[in-house]
């Protein structure tokens, strides 16, 4: 997901559904390493909350695998087209909920905010950090994904193919550039670098890790340990 209120107000429901319904090869090997590198992370006790979650594309194929599943979307559209998505699915639960709403204390093993999340959720990332800290279990773990500036040429190709399907703007050329693509109708599409990435897990004070998957994702991965207090994030130092 890559925009604030355009997520909520215009690309919903079933026309999020077409965005990943992708006829390029290389989107499609993103998107499910993306999902099998976190999968490879869980255990079967496992309680999971991902953070962004649409109509629950991710949560329905890492349901076999954990105890439990919660997502949280600020789109009331998309959670209703993703209950129905996920009818059937006993261990997977959808919320309507603004992220920075998010207000969870100690709950869960596992949290996911990827396929860019930091970026796309709009508003301070280290707060987002910080919120999604607070719902993390001792010993539990952040997964935060974005782009790998090597998967930029599919990037591009991937947001003309959804302009093209008119969900989303005609896209800018002389504006895209420098991992920022930029539709004529206001859209933007930012993304973290591996160095923003690593300022972040540097200000948490917490074990992090950074690994390139696949040649298309970045994941930064911290671990909440029990003798490191969580500090209050207001800015990435």
Sequence with gaps: MESGNYYEESLNSFRLVEVYNTKIKRIKQYLKNEIEYVRSKTKRDDELLEIGAGYGRILKELAPYVKSLSGIDISQETIEYGRS????????????MDAYSMNYQ????????????????????????????????????????????????????????????????????????????????????????EQDLRRIGRSTGLRYSLEEVDGSSLFLTITKREETPLKKLSRID
């Design 85 to 96: 998505y996920l009818k059937g699915l006993n261990n997977v639960s959808l919320e309507l």
């Design 106 to 193: 100690e709950r869960f093993d596992l949290i996911l905010c990827l396929q860019n999340g930091l970026s796309a959720i709009k508003g301070n990332p280290m707060l987002l950090v910080e919120r999604a800290l607070q719902a993390t279990r001792t010993g539990g773990r952040v997964f935060f994904s974005t782009y790998s500036p090597k998967i930029w040429e599919e990037r591009v190709k991937w947001f003309i193919e959804q302009s093209e399907k008119g969900l989303i703007g005609k896209i800018d050329p002389t504006m895209t550039k420098d991992g920022v693509i930029r539709c004529e109708d206001g859209f933007e599409a930012t993304t973290l670098t």
